[in-house]
């Protein structure tokens, strides 16, 4: 991890915790924040692996191939994402792009895309940075709290450009799905895909991922339903969420697709792409 990019992750983790009044957690943080960037970076020297020196492009072809050898749950093995990812993207495979993904654990995705994407830098996004097992000069590791709209925007304004590919891999309930869609959808170039997973695993695991949930309604899953035509909701549904509407109008396509985890006898890995304008 840089230091220009620790510089940022300390400080917005501290103003999110100073901002929602969690004292001990700012205290603790404040010293505990510079010892596990430094641990990171012994790590990375000692035990992660620097996966620019790792020369597997001749053996492995496939996404799926790359899911796999790095361990990523998108694989066949598990939510069996790869199909969906590799048939969406294909446009973007030899081109010079940039894919922020909420949602690092281990790093195994970002190790996965930077190793397909030949040409691209891919920015992780978690709200613990700095448990990865990888790292790339091509893949940066940044802080942000998706339950937080005041983090999304520190997050948004650091990063200041504009990239091809957002995928929502982060905490998977559904108001924290909303609100980073409203708030990094501007953050798309024109033509190029958002994508969010396990858009109805809050149905399965309501214990984890149905907090506070109204009617066991999700809103940002109806609108992509709506917008999908997959659903006969009108407009009316979403009328008093002006921000969504404006979205709307920038939207190209939505795709949901379904992959195949099970989990307590019910299908989790549902999953949409949505194409801005
Ligand atoms: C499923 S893992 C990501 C897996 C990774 N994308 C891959 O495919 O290898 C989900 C990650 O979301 C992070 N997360 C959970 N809640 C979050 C929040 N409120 N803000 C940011 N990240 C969060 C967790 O720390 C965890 O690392």
């Known amino acids: 991890m840089i230091f220009k990019d620790f510089v940022f992750n300390y400080t917005s983790c501290l103003t999110c915790l100073l901002k929602n009044k969690y004292y001990t957690n700012f205290i603790r943080r404040l010293f505990l924040l510079p ?15 620097n ?35 590799s048939d969406e993207l294909k446009e973007f ?30 920015i992780g996004v ?9 790292f790339s000069k091509n893949i940066r590791s940044l802080f942000c709290d998706v339950s937080d709209k005041n983090s999304l925007k520190e997050l948004k304004n650091y990063l200041k450009y504009k990239v091809e590919i957002i995928i929502d891999d982060a905490s998977h309930i559904p108001n924290h799905q909303l609100k980073t869609f409203v708030e990094m959808f501007d953050l798309l170039k024109d033509d190029g895909i958002y994508i969010i997973e396990e858009l109805d695993i809050y149905k399965t695991l309501p214990e984890d991922y149905n907090k506070n949930l ?53 299908n989790v890995s549902e999953i949409a792409f949505i194409k801005k304008k």
């Open 51 to 85: 996966i620019d020196k790792l020369d597997i492009n001749k053996d492995y072809k496939s996404l799926d191939d790359f899911f796999k050898y790095f361990d990523s749950d998108k694989s066949s093995s598990v939510h069996g994402y790869n199909k969906f990812y």
């Open 126 to 134: 978690d709200k613990n940075p700095y448990y990865k097992k990888f």
């Open 214 to 266: 109204e009617n066991n309604e999700s809103e940002i899953r109806d609108f992509l339903y709506h917008v999908s035509d997959k659903s006969d909701l009108n407009n009316k549904k979403f009328e008093k969420n002006l921000e969504i509407l404006e979205i709307m109008k920038k939207i190209k396509w939505v795709k949901i697709f379904r992959g195949d985890y099970i989990i307590n006898k019910k």
């Open 93 to 122: 495979k030899e081109l010079k792009i940039r894919i922020l993904e909420f949602g690092i654990h281990f790093g195994a995705s970002q190790a996965a895309f930077s190793k397909y994407f030949v040409n691209s830098e891919v």
């Open 35 to 49: 010892y596990k960037y430094i641990l990171s970076n012994v790590r990375d020297f000692f035990f992660n692996k």
